[in-house]
């Protein structure tokens, strides 16, 4: 009898917060979205060199428990990089298809080899190139570098 009580009252609850903002039901694609940018978007530079690259990857927090073998930064404004979620999907790496591609300027970042935590080096390597970019959510944001 009291359970019956509860349960309403909880859903009354719940959607309260909701409309209040104070719990985010999205909160794992936001922090997914905030993971992409920090390790893939770099607005202030146009090209990299490989001083760039050892001290972004660390700057970035991609240099913390091992050298991350590779990662790509993006050198476009942040609306250019979400219009990119408004192309055609694409099939990704893993079968899903939620992928989208576009050109942009990149700053490619490998790991030379040899070089271990915290002192990872990198091999910078820069241009206009095609990437592919998987997007989630409404509206769609990205949330992973697939190529």
Do not use: W
Not at 70 to 98: A, V
Not at 103 to 110: I, P, S
């Amino acid at each position: 009898m009291a359970l019956q009580r509860t349960h309403p009252l909880l859903l009354l609850l719940l959607l309260t917060l909701l409309g209040l903002g104070l719990i985010q039901p999205s909160y794992g694609q936001h922090a997914m979205y905030q993971r992409f940018l920090r390790q893939h978007v770099d607005l202030q530079v146009t090209s990299g060199d490989d001083r760039y690259c050892n001290v972004m990857m660390q700057r970035r927090r991609m240099t913390i428990r091992q050298c991350k073998p590779f990662n790509t930064f993006i050198h476009e404004d942040i609306g250019n990089i979400l219009n990119i979620c408004n192309t055609s999907n694409i099939p990704c790496k893993n079968g899903r298809m939620n992928c989208h591609e576009g050109v942009v300027q990149v700053t490619d970042c490998r790991e030379t080899g040899g070089s271990s935590v915290p002192n990872c080096r990198y091999r910078a390597k820069s241009s206009t190139r095609r990437i592919v970019i998987a997007c989630e959510g409404n509206p769609e944001v990205p949330v992973h570098m697939d190529k």
